[in-house]
């Protein structure tokens, strides 16, 4: 659009502006998926070094709770990192609903309104969508990390007992509560719009 186009500067500085922070808000979410992939394919390289690791070096003393919490959180960050990159839709442009809404219009008038309200709803729509993935990129740097901090001393020889089926139900139990904490969370904290 040309300055010509437009009917005031103050509705032309509102679109230019609303088109940068819509640029802005791509590169957060870009950046985060970024993040979340190198933090996917950091899980996996873990899990396949620790469980190889295991194989060629024959240690016996391992604590199977630790390292069950360890799989989990590892597991659950990798699960969250996919997450992360799915959750990454966000617009920097109008839909074709609206193109369509705006071509079919039987005058000129009030054109400009309409896109500025659009832009105002795209940018709500999108900073949701960005606090979300932050959200979500920090859950899952955090298992990450909790990950590393129990499969470490659990394959140090921190095996204060041998593994029994209550460690089991103990994981699973532990998992799920987690799981729903962070469930209520998100769902208390964000409201995704269709």
Same mark, same amino acid.
């Given at each position: 659009?040309?300055?010509?186009? %437009?009917?005031?500067?103050?509705?032309?500085?509102?679109?230019?502006?609303?088109?940068?922070?819509?640029?802005?808000?791509?590169?957060?979410?870009?950046?985060?998926?970024? @993040?979340?992939?190198?933090?996917?394919?950091? +899980?996996?390289?873990?899990?396949?070094?620790?469980?190889?690791?295991?194989?060629?070096?024959?240690?016996?003393?391992? +604590?199977?709770?630790?390292?069950?919490?360890?799989?989990?959180?590892?597991?659950?960050?990798?699960?969250?990192?996919?997450?992360?990159?799915?959750?990454?839709?966000?617009?920097?442009?109008? @839909?074709?609903?609206?193109?369509?809404?705006?071509?079919?219009? @039987?005058?000129?008038?009030? %054109?400009?309104?309409?896109?500025?309200?659009?832009?105002?709803? %795209?940018?709500?729509? +999108?900073?949701?969508?960005?606090?979300?993935?932050?959200?979500?990129?920090?859950?899952?740097?955090?298992?990450?990390?909790?990950?590393?901090?129990?499969?470490?001393?659990?394959?140090?020889?921190?095996?204060?007992?041998?593994?029994?089926?209550?460690?089991?139900?103990?994981?699973?139990?532990?998992?799920?509560?987690?799981?729903?904490?962070?469930?209520?969370?998100?769902?208390?904290?964000?409201?995704?719009?269709?």
């Amino acid at each position: 659009m040309t300055e010509d186009d %437009w009917t005031s500067q103050r509705k032309q500085t509102i679109y230019e502006e609303s088109k940068r922070v819509m640029q802005g808000q791509k590169a957060d979410i870009d950046d985060m998926d970024d @993040k979340a992939l190198r933090t996917v394919r950091l +899980n996996a390289a873990i899990l396949a070094i620790g469980a190889t690791g295991l194989e060629v070096s024959g240690i016996g003393e391992v +604590n199977f709770l630790l390292a069950g919490f360890s799989i989990v959180f590892l597991v659950s960050s990798a699960i969250f990192g996919v997450i992360v990159y799915n959750e990454s839709n966000i617009l920097v442009g109008p @839909k074709s609903s609206f193109l369509g809404k705006m071509r079919t219009q @039987k005058s000129d008038d009030g %054109w400009e309104k309409e896109l500025l309200e659009e832009m105002e709803k %795209w940018i709500t729509d +999108n900073q949701t969508r960005v606090e979300l993935n932050g959200a979500l990129l920090t859950i899952c740097q955090s298992f990450l990390v909790l990950g590393v901090l129990t499969g470490v001393p659990a394959i140090l020889g921190a095996s204060f007992e041998s593994f029994h089926q209550q460690d089991v139900q103990i994981i699973i139990i532990a998992t799920g509560i987690l799981y729903a904490i962070l469930i209520a969370y998100l769902r208390s904290s964000f409201d995704i719009p269709d």
